[in-house]
T-cell receptor
């Protein structure tokens, strides 16, 4: 089984619908992240969480919300999806180590969302 | 603010030839630099990182990267490219004033032709 599992892998929805993308991890990492990937734009950070009680906005959080249900679970919600939220979404985790700046990100396989 | 630039959208090399994928960065503190690779329909995978020490860093699959502080660069290299190296490569930077957040470049598509 994958260390970081994202569901669903693919989803097509309509404008205005509520969508939840889920992420679970078995690495025991404290930190979890949601990124969005658009062609030619690299990865942009939506939200991140350093532990269950710590949620932070990233650079493009508008239109998104998150929930850290447990150390191993971090879900991303689009309350009312719009077409420009069509993208590939990645969940990632990292460990809190003594040198926290050296944290390597472990990524899930991605969730491709299409909003019509 | 921190930023990363990957000046080439596409790099094409012949199998067996050396390859270089370029990355320059901007940070306000000490840079922590990473390279990740993304294969089709997969998530990103870590290749290598520079934190401190030797400017030449060796990573997975025969890749290495050279940190150049004066040129603020961290170019990814491999002496002999394989067709299987064809993928999308991302450079990322984190500094010690921006806790826990990495900034990624736009990515460079590497194509290795037989």
């Amino acid at each position: 089984d994958a260390d970081v599992t994202q569901t669903p892998r693919n989803r097509i929805t309509k404008t205005g619908k509520r969508i939840m993308l889920e992420c679970s991890q078995t690495k025991g990492h404290d930190r979890m992240y949601w990124y969005r990937q658009d062609p030619g734009l690299g990865l942009r950070l939506i939200y991140y969480s350093f532990d269950v009680k710590d949620i932070n906005k990233g650079e493009i959080s508008d239109g998104y919300s998150v929930s850290r249900q447990a150390q191993a679970k971090f879900s991303l919600s689009l309350e009312s999806a719009i077409p420009n939220q069509t993208a590939l979404y990645f969940c990632a985790t990292s460990d809190l180590v003594s040198d926290s700046w050296a944290n390597v990100l472990t990524f899930g396989a991605g969730s491709r969302l299409t909003v019509l | 603010a921190q930023s990363v630039a990957q000046p080439e959208d596409q790099v094409n090399v012949a199998e067996g030839n050396p390859l270089t994928v370029k990355c320059t960065y901007s940070v306000s503190g000490n840079p922590y630099l990473f390279w990740y690779v993304q294969y089709p329909n997969r998530g990103l995978q870590f290749l290598l990182k520079y934190i401190t020490g030797d400017n030449l860093v060796k990573g997975s699959y025969g890749f290495e990267a050279e940190f150049n502080k004066s040129q603020t660069s961290f170019h990814l290299k491999k002496p002999s490219a394989l067709v299987s190296d064809s993928a999308l490569y991302f450079c990322a930077v984190r500094d010690n004033t921006n806790a826990g957040k990495s900034t990624f470049g736009d990515g460079t598509t590497l194509t290795v032709k037989p």
